[in-house]
């Protein structure tokens, strides 16, 4: 085991970011990422246009999930203030990126969510919430339901399995059932039906420290167990591939399963996935403003490089061309999006 690892294996506070990328960095079977990129001919890998700007409102969230790469949770403080998020629509409205993408920590738990969805849906942009779900049943929240579904919004719903025993040992006890009853809420109102455009999809996350099935596959079980036992309907589930940072990093560490994890996401290596990556087309904005190619460098703290804007108040006219063909950042945990049928915040890649 490589020193570094072997030091943080303890009962300590979540590794730091820095700690983080030393280890990624570091790890003896890892080759670095850029030359599998080389030997695949994709370095460097270069932006193809911005199709998705995400917004990331911040790391409040009213769950503790052991897989999150986010470290949310009730005591995070940080927030998106209202000058980021008018920030946000300023440089929004000088495109045609036609797609918002919210997300948190619990995104609609930020005091500028709701502005941020009106601005966006005013502005004619396609807008994603990615919910936990159990926060719509929170009282303060007792009309979010209703606000989505007003504003045509795209719930991404997070659930890492149709039996409770598994969501719950990921997401905390009761959490299961919390879902299914934001999941049947939302399908009163329409959402997941067809014909009525109140797009529903789920989200998993594997449970443990090995890569999720083939996402039709999933999909279909998924949607068998959900209307037998629930009554649920969807219209598609995504399968992403747990990454290897934050609390999932420090899960894989305690319980010795990094090197494994990391071999096994090396020897999965998919070029195909790789030059389809979710960052060659999404612009991610953090919760203070910085940019980023994708919500997981975000979490590394890997803003923007190679001569581009790193803050969304920086960013005119001029400089959303650079953007556009921006040169990627990358790491070791990139493996996580190109291993197997790749991984994005959309599913599969291939």
């Not at 030997?39 to 999150?68: D, M, W, Y």
């Not at 039996?163 to 809420?185: C, E, H, N, P, Y």
């Not at 594997?206 to 999720?212: H, T, Y």
């Amino acid at each position: 085991m490589p020193r570094a690892i072997s030091l943080l294996a303890r009962n300590s506070p979540l590794v730091s970011t820095q700690e983080q990328r030393h280890i990624l960095a570091q790890t003896s079977s890892t080759p670095p990422f850029e030359s599998r990129l080389l030997e695949a001919g994709l370095s460097p890998l270069n932006a193809t246009g911005i199709t998705v700007f995400q917004v990331n409102v911040g790391k409040l969230c009213n769950q503790t999930c052991r897989h999150c790469h986010v470290d949310a949770g009730p005591d995070r403080k940080e927030s998106m203030t209202r000058d980021t998020a008018e920030a946000c629509i300023r440089v929004l409205s000088q495109t045609d990126i036609p797609t918002v993408d919210i997300t948190g920590g619990a995104p609609e738990l930020n005091p500028q969510f709701r502005w941020i969805v009106e601005q966006a849906r005013g502005l004619g942009r396609h807008v994603i919430d990615r919910c936990n779900l159990s926060v719509l049943l929170l009282p303060a929240q007792a009309d979010l339901a209703e606000f989505l579904a007003h504003h045509q919004v795209e719930v991404i719903a997070s659930l890492p399995s149709y039996r409770s025993s598994q969501t719950d040992a990921q997401r905390g006890d009761g959490v299961f059932d919390k879902s299914i009853r934001a999941l049947q809420l939302l399908n009163e109102l329409g959402y997941g039906i067809e014909g009525t455009g109140l797009l529903l999809n789920l989200v998993y996350n594997p449970v443990g420290a090995f890569l999720p099935p083939k996402q039709e596959a999933i999909e279909a079980q998924f949607r068998r167990e959900l209307a037998r036992h629930h009554g649920v309907v969807f219209n598609h589930l995504y399968t992403i591939t747990n990454m290897p940072i934050s609390r999932f990093l420090e899960f894989l560490i305690e319980s010795g399963n990094y090197e494994g994890y990391m071999e096994r996401l090396v020897n999965a290596f998919n070029p195909t996935a790789a030059a389809g990556v979710m960052c060659r087309y999404t612009l991610s904005v953090g919760w203070d403003g910085t940019l980023y190619d994708c919500d997981f460098n975000q979490m590394l703290d890997l803003p923007v490089e190679h001569g581009a804007p790193r803050h969304i108040s920086k960013v005119d006219v001029a400089q959303l061309a650079a953007l556009h063909h921006r040169r990627i950042v990358m790491g070791n945990h990139c493996y996580g999006c190109t291993a197997g049928a790749g991984s994005s915040c959309g599913g599969t890649v291939t």
